[in-house]
C-alpha cells in the first residue's frame, strides 16, 4: 500500500527557508519519480517540482524540474536508502504560501505539469510565509 507522508511545514518569514521531508513507504522510491504540488487558498494546485529515476544509469539519471516560480530557489532531493524525498525552499517569499503536497505516479519519468494529476499523494503540510 503506497503511503506519503509529509512534515516540516510552518510559520516563516519572507526570506526564510524550510526543508520539507516526504517519507514514502509501500514503495521503492528509487525505482518511481516523485514530485511536490502546492495549492493556495482561493488558486489551482501547481506542480512545483518533481525528480526522476535514478538508477545510475544514464537515461535514467535522476533529472529535476522546477516551476519557473521556484526556480533557483527550491531544491528538490531524494535519499533512496531512506525513502525519503525533500524540498529545500529557500529565499521564501508570501506567495509561495500554500499547503504543499509529495505525490507519485509510480512511473520513471515527469514534468512540473504531470505532478499535479499523479495519483498517489499525501495529505499536505501548511506553509506560510509572513511577518
Do not use: H
Amino acid at each position: 500500500q503506497v503511503q506519503l507522508v509529509e512534515s516540516g511545514g510552518g510559520l516563516v518569514q519572507p526570506g526564510g527557508s524550510l526543508r520539507l521531508s516526504c517519507a514514502a513507504s509501500g514503495f521503492t522510491l528509487g525505482r518511481y519519480t516523485i514530485g511536490w504540488f502546492r495549492q493556495a487558498p482561493g488558486k489551482e494546485r501547481e506542480g512545483v517540482s518533481c525528480i526522476s529515476v535514478n538508477d545510475g544509469s544514464t537515461y535514467y539519471a535522476g533529472s529535476t524540474y522546477y516551476a519557473d516560480s521556484v526556480k533557483g530557489r527550491f531544491t528538490i532531493s531524494r535519499d533512496n536508502a531512506q525513502n525519503t524525498v525533500y524540498l529545500q525552499m529557500n529565499s521564501l517569499k508570501p506567495e509561495d504560501t500554500a499547503v504543499y503536497t509529495c505525490a507519485t505516479d509510480l512511473r520513471m519519468t515527469c514534468s512540473i505539469r504531470s505532478v499535479v494529476g499523479m495519483n498517489y499523494r499525501g495529505k499536505g503540510t501548511l506553509v506560510t510565509v509572513s511577518s
